[in-house]
């Protein structure tokens, strides 16, 4: 089972986000990430979705979506060229003696420091996945509070 990235442009209308929810919960088709949102085109929105399955999962996904009247364009760009990104925000322990090392923690992810609270620092980051899990590993050391991430947006690079 491989993950697969599908970027999704749809009307921007009201209840389109729950029908695509539906109809993975139907099939029984877990979404590992979703985020949406408005484009160029205050219209138009984007969904970049990414889906745990095979080949064949993918393409009944791929079939149901492009049932729905508001879908405009469906991308599978999980072997494309693209540029992602997620955002993380991470809630940790932090007293006194512990602060510096979260900070050069901070500082070699290219992370900011956005709160400090009497025994915290909420820190806010962006990356690919991979960039984002390694520093959420490189702070649970401390003791992670609370976390949530935006999930991955996705788009192909050139003028495509």
């Known amino acids: 089972m491989m993950k697969h990235t599908l970027s999704v442009v749809v009307e921007n209308h009201p209840g389109v986000l729950a029908r695509v929810a539906t109809l993975f919960r139907r099939r029984g088709?877990?979404?590992?990430?979703?985020?949406?949102?408005?484009?160029?085109?205050?219209?138009?929105?984007?969904?970049?979705?990414?889906?745990?399955?095979?080949?064949?999962?993918?393409?009944?996904?791929?079939?149901?979506?492009?049932?729905?009247?508001?879908?405009?364009?469906?991308?599978?760009?999980?072997?494309?060229?693209?540029?992602?990104?997620?955002?993380?925000?991470?809630?940790?322990?932090?007293?006194?003696?512990?602060?510096?090392?979260?900070?050069?923690?901070?500082?070699?992810?290219?992370?900011?420091?956005?709160?400090?609270?009497?025994?915290s620092l909420i820190i806010e980051a962006t990356g690919d996945t991979g960039k984002i899990d390694a520093i959420e590993a490189s702070l649970r050391p401390f003791g992670i509070l609370e976390l949530v991430r935006t999930g991955k947006v996705s788009m192909l690079r050139g003028a495509r």
């Open 29 to 119: 088709y877990n979404i590992d990430s979703l985020a949406v949102g408005r484009t160029e085109n205050p219209a138009v929105s984007r969904m970049t979705i990414v889906v745990e399955g095979d080949d064949v999962v993918i393409e009944q996904v791929t079939k149901q979506l492009h049932k729905l009247v508001e879908t405009i364009k469906i991308y599978d760009i999980t072997d494309q060229p693209t540029v992602d990104r997620e955002l993380v925000l991470i809630k940790v322990k932090a007293d006194a003696q512990a602060r510096s090392e979260i900070i050069q923690i901070v500082d070699v992810f290219r992370g900011r420091i956005v709160d400090i609270g009497p025994n």
